[in-house]
């Protein structure tokens, strides 16, 4: 947006002129009866609350419709941030100090003054303030409060307000911790707040791991969310309190807070936002102090079931399929961080019954899982994957998941116990489905074995979705015509091709969540064949595509054409094919 905003916003009725006509509509709209109205203004007067804050407390309207009506009746207009050029210039024009304090955020400057973004009616009070700080003419425009939360972090730095005022609270955004009070009657109980406020923004923003990295004169924080790092901005002079925040991290971990010389671990559970979650903790010394990471998994969410892993429709039935046979090894192959684990977890979920026996060997245990039975891998006592695959066998399981194999002796064990009647589910890192053949005859299984036991190999990647917020056309490099042209035997229709221009929905990323490529071999008499004959994995994916296996780079481009994600989160996960005639 970059015409002037209309100076007939700047004259309006009092505020309290403004609420009683906002009142006397929803009594008229039925959303009130006229005494809750009156109860209301008594608490305002008496509890000191904004008007606002009690109406979406008293669920009589969303925060969207209030906005709406406070936008009509007080002549402010409402706008999604996105409509405005923000950026380091214009967030300048104020201190954060003043900013975090009328919860207000700059987003245009023209010859006739300063737009300010508020999500609530300014006092005069406060626009008096204002302008006296500022020395300009102000005009003003309604955002959400979820835009202006998440603006005052990206520009401000997150916890930029006064420590012992970081967990406001609001919106029963709570955070609370399992064990020891570590905050009561504690001199660091400001540094305790501002840890927790890093906990509750990186579960607000949906992140599955904290970094916090101290250096000689800043400290870095960033969020992994949707499987990449962002770095969140955090205020000025922080960098004198790093040895807090690791000692803080430690203590709620409950780990020995005086050693600092050695990598350590440990664990935090925590409630927040109604759902809970395990925070896997590790310190790793440096040379200017203790970096730390947090793994965050939620209790909650993270047994889901296939139909809910945003696997496609045409992939869902071999998926079943494969989790259904009755014996022989099943694959999910992709690097770390690919979700191979959660997928497994899926199938298990789908699998466990009071007439199967399910065992798994892990390491770690990431999600805890009833009705199975979890192992935990710890080499320094002999409890090795290969060990323990050896001892569970004499327990009479249906399905043994093992984490993953790693070395010729856990994929002989895994190979025999599936020739011998238990279906076995685990993870191997190979780029692609074929590829886990000859992996798996690298580490010393003899092909025919293989070729015996295999049911089926799963490749996954995640990529990031499109927002559905800010979501628009967008075109394609013309480099990548060609190949489209040659995957499709003609140029597809490309019109449904999106992409994210970035809001505070997604945290001005474009991308809002992750969803799965899955590339899916199964076993044929032809492949078999193959594989006795050690044929070469180029080989292999030749025959299984001849036999209808859409690569990864096939199902991006598809997914991409239906506007779910974007062409360089195409790029970024698969490889370019070569194309045989």
Not at 164 to 187: C, P, R, T, V
Not at 190 to 212: K, P, Q
Not at 321 to 342: A, D, F, M, W
Not at 525 to 552: C, F, M, W, Y
Request: glycine letters at 8%.
């Amino acid at each position: 947006m970059t015409d002037s905003l209309s100076s007939s916003y700047d004259v309006r009725p009092s505020p309290e002129a403004i609420w009683r006509e906002l009142g006397d509509r929803l009594v008229e709209q039925n959303k009130m009866a006229f005494e809750d109205w009156g109860r209301l203004q008594q608490q305002a007067q008496l509890t000191h609350k904004p008007m606002a804050e009690l109406l979406l407390e008293g669920r009589y309207l969303s925060e969207g419709a209030l906005l709406e009506l406070l936008s009509e009746v007080s002549g402010i207009p409402l706008h999604p941030l996105n409509d405005f050029d923000v950026h380091e210039g214009i967030t300048a024009k104020i201190t954060a100090k003043t900013a975090l304090r009328y919860q207000v955020i700059p987003v245009q400057e023209t010859e006739d003054g300063l737009t300010l973004a508020c999500s609530d009616l300014p006092e005069p009070i406060v626009e008096d303030s204002l302008k006296m700080l500022l020395g300009t003419q102000l005009h003003w425009v309604f955002i959400t409060g979820t835009e202006l939360r998440k603006s005052l972090g990206q520009f401000y730095g997150l916890g930029a307000e006064n420590l012992h005022e970081m967990i406001s609270g609001q919106d029963g955004d709570e955070l609370s911790f399992e064990g020891a009070d570590i905050g009561e009657g504690s001199d660091e109980a400001g540094m305790i707040e501002f840890v927790h406020n890093i906990i509750l923004e990186a579960i607000r923003m949906r992140g599955t791991d904290i970094h916090i990295e101290p250096f000689e004169d800043h400290v870095v924080l960033r969020y992994r969310i949707d499987g990449l790092l962002q770095n969140i901005p955090l205020p000025e002079g922080i960098a004198k309190l790093k040895r807090s925040i690791a000692s803080c991290i430690k203590s709620m971990a409950q780990m020995d807070i005086a050693e600092k010389r050695k990598p350590h671990d440990g664990r935090i559970k925590v409630r927040a936002l109604n759902e809970e979650f395990d925070l896997r903790v590790s310190v790793l010394p440096t040379r200017h102090g203790e970096t730390v990471n947090m793994r965050i998994l939620s209790r909650d969410s993270m047994l889901v079931s296939l139909a809910n892993l945003g696997i496609q429709d045409e992939d869902l039935p071999m998926i079943k399929y494969l989790g259904e046979q009755p014996h022989g090894i099943v694959l999910l192959t992709g690097p770390t961080g690919s979700g191979k684990t959660t997928t497994l977890y899926a199938m298990l979920n789908e699998l466990k019954s009071d007439t199967v026996k399910i065992i798994t060997v892990e390491d770690p245990i990431e999600y805890q899982m009833e009705g199975i039975s979890q192992l935990q891998v710890h080499a320094k006592i002999g409890l090795t994957f290969a060990g323990i695959l050896r001892s569970i066998l004499r327990h009479d399981p249906d399905i043994v998941l093992v984490g993953e194999i790693r070395d010729g002796e856990t994929a002989d064990i895994a190979v025999r116990a599936s020739l011998t009647g238990h279906l076995v589910l685990s993870t191997l890192h190979t780029n692609d489905a074929p590829s886990a053949v000859t992996r798996l005859v690298d580490m010393g299984i003899e092909p025919y074995l293989v070729s015996s036991c295999l049911e089926g190999v799963i490749a996954q990647r995640l990529v990031r979705r499109v927002c559905p917020h800010c979501a628009k056309s967008a075109s394609i490099d013309a480099n990548l015509l060609p190949e489209l042209e040659k995957l499709y035997n003609g140029l597809p229709d490309l019109s449904g091709v999106k992409a994210g221009a970035g809001c505070a929905e997604c945290n001005f990323t474009g991308h809002y969540g992750r969803t799965a490529l899955h590339e899916i071999m199964m076993m044929d008499d032809q492949i078999r064949q193959s594989i006795v004959h050690n044929e070469p994995a180029n080989k292999i994916r030749d025959i299984a595509s001849a036999n209808g296996l859409k690569t990864l780079r096939q199902k991006g481009w598809d997914m991409l054409l239906r506007g779910t994600t974007t062409v360089e989160e195409v790029l970024r996960v698969t490889q370019k094919e070569s194309y045989h005639s």
